[in-house]
């Protein structure tokens, strides 16, 4: 509830007891990575007041990680003045909408069933909704970004793996377990490159972070063409350097980005034949090469499309890239 | 609008005026098929009250077939008595749900944009829908099968080709378009097999009547294993044929329906991931193979799906194999 209270400054001379209350209703936005967790503050007109970020791979031991999350949370809040907590929204990989758990992620370190929602519950007196941090983005994109008005599109998420999100005749598709939307498990190569799920050959095992520097090693494998990328160890190279190598003209990464987008471009096509979107938003840091992987998968998807469907849908990068759509779209689900 | 009289029979000799009319509500369903297209008069209780069927092939100019297709209409309307007529619902490959047309359809004689909906309307004062000939299927499992009540199915209608219907959140999903649910024409194998769409390797040139020929072909080919399908040129071996010889022991034949049953069970645990649907249901007649066509798939299904998904997804024949679904379920457009 916002109490809004409009007057002269100076009345408040005339009712020296008057007490003026201005509460802010607050959201907390989750959004759990296999790499980092961010936490965000977020008022109703989707400004994030505070915000902060802890290591998801640091914590091995789930209650480590549980208490480092809540001590995160509580001083997130201490930051926010007084005000009204609407919820906490968690967008996390295997996240469960219907039952709150985050189940058997493969890139997260806490291995089976967590019961996520239950747990900040313990610590928190409010609604806790949990979904897969690729869905909360989804939300962010329909609510907040190019997607507003769309009935029929697909977010594709690109991080340490990647996640999507489908939304159908203007619903989020949750299928008939709540896990709907693994499109970065659908296999893009039969029996190709090892994957955390215990598969091989999973889409995001190519188009991901992690995808495009395994595809950077196995390019140097393949051709003697010189690269800066061979001076770095694996242990070490980021899809960011590949990125700032393309951009300077280094032959190999340049390869590595084309592959990608090949790879992504063509499973695409595939997506297409089933749900035939609008338009694909593609998120994360290796949107921010749009001519090397927004407008390449475009053309890669073009390419491979049934002719029914070509020249029909948009590929795009997000609206809100350099935003934390995964805080603001899980923040959303409690709002 | 249907009149009930219940009345003694006795009563008619004592007001021996009185006119009774029980005028039949029928709804013309349509299933055009690659191979022949069948035409039924339905009556609002499901029953085809007068049904014929024609050549889809033999018509290579359009006009033809049109008119062939309408004078069979009209027979079948002769044949219901007095009636009022709903509508002509019409399944068809490519079908489009909003435009009424034909579109680029890969398995039919006409190439091009065909305006059916327009067409049939020259000839008929009446409502005409045209859909997907496999999203009428799925309507009919829907509304009068295995699917009653489910809110996210999906459907596979093995025929020439490989048709398909999704449905979400108690929706049947036409897209952006109306194109959705082209999943024969999702790619099986980069570079594979020549398909009528004009690219290659998509699931129906494997998992369908004329694929598992195509593989049994293959197989007499690889193999040195004594088979009956090799007394039998290609032109004239049918599934039925391969079918036949499978339930005999032929070997090939049964290694032809494990290799359809692989690829397509592999395609389908990939579509779980995005779709999540409670059940897969297989119509066609393919699909009367239970052990060797639905039992397999779902065995190949489980070995290649993503962990979370397994064990929750049925695959299941359609509940009503030996009805004509497309049919119902394109005169279920209009009823």
């Given at each position: ?17 008057i ?9 907390i936005?989750?959004d759990?990575g ?15 007041i ?23 949370i509580?001083?997130?809040?201490a930051k926010?003045?007084?005000?009204t ?5 968690v ?10 758990a ?22 928190f ?7 897969n941090?690729?869905?909360a ?13 769309m009935k ?32 970065g498990?659908s296999?893009a ?17 190519y ?8 595809t950077?090693f196995e ?10 990328m ?14 700032i ?5 280094d032959?190999?990464?340049l390869?590595?980005f ?7 471009g ?8 089933v ?22 998968t ?17 590929v ?5 890239l350099?935003?934390n759509?995964?805080?603001l779209g ?6």
């Amino acid at each position: 509830m916002r109490k809004i209270c409009i007057f002269d400054a100076q009345i408040l001379t005339l009712i020296p007891n008057i007490i003026i209350t201005d509460m802010k209703n607050i959201s907390i936005g989750i959004d759990i990575g296999g790499t980092n967790t961010v936490i965000g503050a977020v008022a109703d007109d989707a400004t994030i007041i505070a915000e902060a970020s802890l290591s998801t791979q640091k914590y091995v031991v789930l209650d480590d990680y549980i208490n480092a999350l809540v001590s995160n949370i509580k001083d997130i809040l201490a930051k926010c003045g007084e005000h009204t907590l609407r919820g906490i929204g968690v967008g996390v990989p295997n996240g469960n909408f219907y039952s709150g758990a985050i189940e058997m992620a493969p890139n997260l370190p806490w291995k089976g069933k967590v019961m996520l929602a239950d747990l900040l519950r313990r610590h928190f007196d409010t609604k806790v909704v949990v979904t897969n941090d690729a869905k909360a983005a989804t939300i962010g994109e329909m609510v907040y970004g190019g997607a507003k008005g769309m009935k029929n599109f697909v977010m594709i998420t690109l991080g340490t793996g990647l996640g999507s999100g489908v939304v159908v005749n203007g619903s989020l598709v949750y299928g008939a377990d709540g896990f709907a939307g693994e499109f970065g498990h659908s296999v893009a190569i039969p029996g190709g490159r090892e994957c955390g799920c215990g598969r091989q050959g999973c889409l995001e095992t190519y188009a991901s972070a992690t995808g495009i520097k395994r595809t950077a090693f196995e390019l140097m494998a393949k051709y003697n063409t010189p690269s800066k990328m061979r001076d770095i160890p694996f242990s070490k190279l980021t899809s960011k350097d590949i990125y700032i190598f393309a951009t300077e003209g280094d032959a190999l990464a340049l390869k590595a980005f084309d592959f990608t987008a090949d790879i992504l471009g063509r499973k695409l096509a595939d997506l297409c034949t089933v749900l035939s979107p609008e338009a694909v938003f593609i998120f994360g840091g290796l949107a921010n090469a749009k001519e090397l992987i927004v407008d390449a998968t475009k053309k890669y998807m073009e390419q491979y499309m049934l002719p029914v469907f070509r020249n029909k849908v948009k590929v795009l990068p997000s609206a809100l890239l350099g935003t934390n759509i995964a805080v603001l779209g899980s923040a959303a689900l409690v709002a």
